[in-house]
């Protein structure tokens, strides 16, 4: 379709990847796939040029998608629309995007203005489809993006309720970078006779050919002066900073804002809005360092990251390759940096052993070692705090905030406290016995506060009597 052409044209997209070659010319014919490629190597445009050729090509309903995209991140989700945004600019194809974390009104809106393509995670969407506001019966292609990570998140009973809600005579098309037996099992249930399509260029696991792999021994007190002085690294473009828990992410990141360094944290603890403004800025170079945890960086797409460094050691080799994977993508080369505590030595000693890496032994450095400043060309001069002069980005505050309608969890202050159990009205209390005759009595704070009289009045005091042999004890018997 020319009018996609000259779109990606215009964005300086004109050579197709390894997986776009293979996908591309299956998928325009309607045949399922199996597609094995690593985030970041183009493939949602192998799937979602031919969404949006089939949907220009055959218009249905305006309220009913003809193409569903289900992805496992609310930020993966964001990113898959602004790239068929970007490529159907010239057409009418109207793309809506639903995910959690942000209120239902304005996506339910969207669905009834008309839709053609839905792409979202899978919760929202079996909200949506329960609540009557999608309808996915003339969905005719459908595609499971990075199925692997949705199986880690627990998402495979959502995706079958999903799939069985979708007309069986449907093109599915599957992508994935590894393929264990789930992913097996679930393609020769739902996909008919697909074809399996593999870049075998981009799928080199440990990211050894295109991104240069650092690993130091620090200290723990140093580490923080470690990555200020990595950060003045000549030729650093845009930076994400891996930590294990959200406390250190929010420590890590505060404190290079205070060394002069534009940077912004992404967690788990932080509202959509506030992890929405946070990407926005990095994508757009108002901030060049993102520090994140390991679950809010999935998805996060963005090609032009040259450095990622690991602060902490992760948990294991699978998480090690998603880290270094954010950087050196779509062909470009990166560097990638670990930090190994002296407890953390263990834990990646299986990690290289995992990945056949050359750093069992990693080398003791501290942040005025010789080897370091060499090893990832920093100038001799860097200090751990950025000069005047170099704090050339907006930071966070240039980025405004989006009023997204954000859903809030409950607990206190939401509007979806837990209901409180209703109580017997022969409870107990512990000013009275309420009955249905007579309520308990009000506490003395609530009479004293009534100042106009219409306080519940106290009831009255029984006043027990002892008595001996029927007569009253301490009575005279005559």
Same mark, same amino acid.
């Given at each position: 379709?020319?009018?996609?052409?000259?779109?990606?044209?215009?964005?300086?997209?004109?050579?197709?990847?390894?997986?776009?070659?293979?996908?591309?010319?299956?998928?325009?014919?309607?045949? =399922?796939?199996?597609?094995?490629?690593?985030?970041? +190597?183009?493939?949602?445009?192998?799937?979602?040029?031919?969404?949006? %050729?089939?949907?220009?090509?055959?218009?249905?309903?305006?309220?009913?998608?003809?193409?569903?995209?289900?992805?496992? +991140?609310?930020?993966?989700?964001?990113?898959?629309?602004?790239?068929?945004?970007?490529?159907?600019?010239?057409?009418?194809?109207?793309?809506?995007?639903?995910?959690?974390?942000?209120?239902?009104?304005?996506?339910?809106?969207?669905?009834?203005?008309?839709?053609?393509?839905?792409?979202?995670?899978?919760?929202?969407?079996?909200?949506?489809?329960?609540?009557?506001?999608?309808?996915?019966?003339?969905?005719?292609?459908?595609?499971?993006?990075?199925?692997?990570?949705?199986?880690?998140?627990?998402?495979?009973?959502?995706?079958?309720?999903?799939?069985?809600?979708?007309?069986?005579?449907? %093109?599915?098309?599957?992508?994935?970078?590894?393929?264990?037996?789930?992913?097996?099992?679930?393609?020769?249930?739902?996909?008919?006779?697909?074809?399996?399509?593999?870049?075998? =260029?981009?799928?080199?696991?440990?990211?050894?050919?295109?991104?240069?792999?650092?690993?130091?021994? +620090?200290?723990?007190?140093?580490?923080?002066?470690?990555?200020?002085?990595?950060?003045?690294?000549?030729?650093?473009?845009?930076?994400?900073?891996?930590?294990?828990?959200?406390?250190?992410?929010?420590?890590?990141?505060?404190?290079?804002?205070?060394?002069?360094?534009?940077?912004?944290?992404?967690?788990?603890?932080?509202?959509?809005? %506030?992890?929405?403004?946070?990407?926005?800025?990095?994508?757009?170079?108002?901030?060049?360092?993102?520090?994140?945890?390991?679950?809010?960086?999935?998805?996060?797409?963005?090609? =032009?990251?040259?450095?990622?460094?690991?602060?902490?050691?992760?948990?294991?080799?699978?998480?090690?390759?998603?880290?270094?994977?954010?950087?050196?993508?779509?062909?470009?080369?990166?560097?990638?940096?670990?930090?190994?505590? @002296?407890?953390?030595?263990?834990? @990646?000693?299986?990690?290289?052993?995992?990945?056949?890496?050359?750093?069992?032994?990693?080398?003791?450095?501290?942040? +005025?070692?010789?080897?370091?400043?060499?090893?990832?060309?920093?100038?001799?001069?860097?200090?751990?705090?950025?000069?005047?002069?170099?704090?050339?980005?907006?930071?966070?505050?240039?980025?405004?905030?989006?009023?997204?309608?954000?859903?809030?969890?409950?607990?206190?202050?939401?509007?979806?406290?837990?209901?409180?159990?209703?109580?017997?009205?022969?409870?107990?209390?512990?000013?009275?016995?309420?009955?249905?005759?007579?309520?308990?009595?009000?506490?003395? =704070?609530?009479?004293?506060?009534?100042?106009?009289?219409?306080?519940?009045?106290?009831?009255?005091?029984?006043?027990?009597?002892?008595?001996?042999?029927?007569?009253?004890?301490?009575?005279?018997?005559?």
């Amino acid at each position: 379709m020319d009018d996609i052409a000259d779109a990606l044209e215009a964005e300086g997209i004109v050579a197709p990847f390894p997986i776009q070659t293979l996908a591309l010319p299956l998928a325009l014919t309607g045949t =399922d796939i199996i597609g094995q490629a690593r985030t970041g +190597t183009g493939k949602t445009f192998a799937f979602g040029l031919p969404l949006l %050729q089939r949907v220009h090509d055959r218009p249905g309903s305006a309220r009913r998608p003809r193409a569903l995209v289900i992805v496992p +991140t609310r930020e993966l989700a964001i990113q898959v629309a602004a790239d068929l945004a970007t490529a159907s600019k010239l057409t009418n194809a109207r793309i809506v995007t639903v995910y959690g974390g942000r209120a239902y009104e304005p996506q339910i809106t969207a669905l009834r203005n008309g839709v053609d393509i839905v792409v979202g995670t899978p919760g929202r969407l079996l909200d949506l489809e329960k609540q009557r506001h999608l309808d996915l019966s003339e969905v005719a292609a459908l595609v499971l993006d990075e199925a692997d990570k949705m199986l880690d998140l627990g998402f495979l009973p959502d995706i079958e309720r999903i799939l069985a809600k979708t007309p069986e005579q449907r %093109q599915t098309m599957l992508f994935s970078a590894t393929m264990p037996s789930e992913i097996v099992s679930l393609s020769r249930r739902y996909l008919r006779r697909p074809t399996h399509v593999r870049a075998d =260029d981009d799928l080199d696991e440990s990211g050894s050919e295109r991104v240069t792999q650092h690993v130091f021994r +620090t200290h723990p007190l140093d580490k923080l002066e470690m990555l200020a002085r990595l950060l003045q690294a000549r030729g650093r473009g845009l930076t994400m900073v891996f930590c294990q828990t959200k406390r250190v992410c929010d420590q890590v990141s505060t404190a290079l804002r205070g060394r002069g360094f534009a940077a912004a944290a992404v967690h788990g603890d932080l509202g959509q809005s %506030q992890r929405e403004r946070a990407l926005r800025a990095f994508r757009n170079g108002k901030i060049d360092v993102l520090v994140a945890t390991d679950v809010a960086a999935r998805g996060i797409d963005v090609d =032009d990251v040259t450095h990622v460094v690991n602060y902490e050691c992760p948990d294991d080799e699978k998480t090690y390759t998603h880290r270094i994977g954010r950087t050196g993508r779509a062909g470009r080369s990166g560097t990638a940096v670990t930090f190994i505590d @002296w407890q953390e030595i263990a834990r @990646w000693k299986l990690i290289n052993k995992a990945l056949g890496l050359p750093f069992s032994n990693p080398e003791e450095t501290y942040s +005025t070692s010789a080897h370091f400043f060499e090893a990832l060309d920093i100038p001799s001069d860097a200090k751990g705090v950025l000069a005047k002069e170099q704090q050339e980005r907006a930071g966070l505050e240039a980025e405004a905030v989006e009023d997204i309608g954000e859903t809030g969890r409950a607990g206190r202050g939401s509007g979806d406290r837990e209901r409180p159990k209703r109580r017997s009205r022969n409870r107990r209390t512990r000013r009275g016995v309420a009955t249905a005759e007579r309520p308990a009595a009000a506490p003395a =704070d609530d009479q004293a506060a009534a100042a106009d009289g219409d306080a519940p009045a106290r009831p009255r005091r029984r006043t027990r009597r002892r008595t001996r042999g029927g007569a009253e004890a301490g009575s005279d018997q005559g």
